[in-house]
């Protein structure tokens, strides 16, 4: 029998704590849409993806309606862009990147992800083409994301890319200088990439995944910083376990709405991503848990024990809770989309290279980092490479996700507007990479990699 | 198949009338009701078998979100796995 005070208590996660389902997220494999002809490429992906999504948005709503819980997004990830302009006759594939556009338009959804190469070993054909094109790419289109892998615990780190990525990023900001240098907010360079993450910028449909399936991304850092609230004078060994038990009934909530979407869609069910993943809204913030376990502000020493314990105690409730778990399930950083986050930066709380630290007991990385616009792109390539560095030793994924906000310089603010909110421009640090960053060639495998 | 359907703001008069209204107008019967009032605030959960539901679920759930926005309510239709699935293993 239901009793009272857990319905109350889901209405009040759900009003006043912003507990939400953040994305669902359907992969769809383009490996039969490949053709040396673009048009008929081109032709082949949107009627697969118009097909395959044609009720994606709809059944969201109606499961929101349902359950009275809201999906703030509904997304698809496609295959690796860059196997599709392999074959390609046609050397500049933005036209797929258009498609994609258009195909994610038709079907409603918000965001479509997979305009991506994996070349964390080296570059294959189709892949250079496919990176040079991002730029261009996220300029010309709306709804289009893209990602690359440069490195993995297995393979070591691409340094060639990581240098290219550099580059790119800072072309891709300027491309798009006049809509806040949005174009790299919608791209993300990834080690240990995974091939299910239902969460943008960095969603891509794995090619051991079937050809359609649905993933479902959770959130709930309100709900966390609520019940760690209740909590004054606990130990920290209480406080892990109530975040374990909030994070159980979050994550029962994505796996319940994951397996009704996709049995309306008729579609397997993929993964539920446990992140942790805040918004601007007022009060749903990682920063704010954190700084609801005694910190002073987010930033201050003692942040990345508070961040590893709140990671741990997310995967703990959140394992059980589904069939299930994959992704990136991790807690979330991003600066610009986290409220407490860009107070501590403003108050000078929270610098890069603390943020770097954070990026090794969490998920993802430096994600949403506002730079200054003159930005050299060596130094941003050796961001890449001290990220990449860190996911690689660590057996985990780490992403660089930051924008060089053009003719910006530190202290003023970017403001994006909406979920990806606004970053103040952080300082960086000056000293050049170059040479290093300029050798090229590949970091050798750790000896983590050697497992068998 | 069962909803709960809450209903929590300022006691007034005839909310349990409207509401049980609409579900008659609907085709669903009521099972259960626990309704509290802490100091002014007025809390009721109420339990509905919506197998006979007339129309669709989210039309009748609109319509209830409306009679709570008209009243300075906030009511809520949801199916009852949402309760389930967070509270039992």
Request: one cysteine or more.
């Amino acid at each position: 029998m239901l009793n009272n005070t857990d319905i109350l208590e889901t209405i009040q996660m759900i009003q006043e704590e912003h507990l939400d389902i953040r994305t669902i997220t359907m992969g769809i494999s383009l490996l039969d849409c490949i053709s040396p002809d673009i048009d008929i490429a081109c032709a082949k992906i949107y009627d697969k993806i118009t097909r395959a999504a044609q009720n994606h948005v709809k059944t969201g709503q109606d499961i929101e309606k349902r359950y009275g819980i809201p999906i703030i997004n509904k997304r698809i990830s496609v295959t690796p862009v860059a196997v599709l302009c392999a074959g390609l006759e046609e050397k500049n594939p933005v036209k797929l990147a258009l498609t994609l556009d258009k195909a994610a338009k038709e079907t409603g959804v918000d965001y479509i992800g997979g305009y991506s190469a994996l070349v964390h070993k080296g570059f294959s054909a189709g892949d250079l083409p496919l990176i040079n094109s991002i730029p261009e790419a996220l300029a010309v289109t709306e709804r289009v994301c893209s990602s690359v892998n440069i490195g993995s615990t297995k393979a070591g780190i691409n340094m060639d890319a990581v240098r290219l990525m550099g580059e790119i990023i800072l072309e891709t900001a300027k491309s798009t200088a006049d809509n806040y240098c949005f174009g790299a907010a919608k791209i993300v360079v990834f080690c240990n990439a995974v091939e299910d993450n239902p969460f943008m910028a960095g969603a891509f449909h794995g090619f051991g995944e079937p050809d359609v399936v649905l993933n479902v991304g959770v959130s709930g850092p309100g709900v966390v910083r609520a019940a760690v609230a209740k909590m004054q004078g606990a130990s920290i060994d209480e406080i892990a376990e109530q975040i374990k038990k909030t994070a159980f009934k979050i994550t029962r909530m994505g796996q319940l709405v994951g397996t009704q979407a996709s049995k309306a869609l008729g579609i397997p069910f993929g993964i539920v991503d446990l992140s942790l993943a805040p918004t601007p809204a007022v009060g749903d913030s990682v920063a704010y848990i954190l700084e609801e376990m005694g910190l002073e502000k987010c930033g201050a020493y003692g942040t990345t024990a508070a961040l590893a314990l709140l990671n741990d105690a997310v995967k703990k409730g959140g394992v059980m809770a589904s069939s299930h778990v994959g992704g990136l399930s991790g807690a979330f950083i991003p600066v610009s989309e986290d409220a407490g986050m860009i107070e501590a930066v403003k108050s000078g709380a929270l610098s890069l290279e603390k943020l770097e630290a954070m990026t090794a007991v969490c998920s993802v990385g430096l994600d949403m980092v506002v730079v200054p616009g003159d930005t050299p792109a060596e130094i941003i390539s050796a961001m890449i490479a001290d990220e990449a560095a860190i996911g690689m030793v660590n057996n985990k994924t780490t992403a660089v996700r930051v924008i060089p906000a053009i003719g910006m310089k530190e202290g003023e603010v970017l403001d994006f507007g909406g979920l990806f909110g606004s970053g103040p421009v952080m300082p960086v640090n000056r000293f050049s990479p170059t040479g290093f960053i300029s050798r090229g060639g590949r970091i050798p495998a750790p000896l983590q990699s050697l497992k068998n | 198949m069962r909803a709960v359907i809450t209903v929590i703001g300022k006691d007034t008069v005839g909310i349990l009338a409207k509401v049980t209204g609409i579900c008659a107008e609907a085709n669903v019967n009521v099972m259960d009701v626990t309704q509290t009032i802490v100091q002014d605030l007025f809390a009721m959960t109420m339990l509905t078998d919506i197998s006979g539901l007339q129309g669709e679920f989210g039309a009748f759930s609109d319509k209830l979100t409306n009679l709570g926005t008209s009243m300075n309510l906030q009511i809520h239709v949801m199916h009852e796995d949402i309760f389930n699935s967070m509270h039992r293993i």
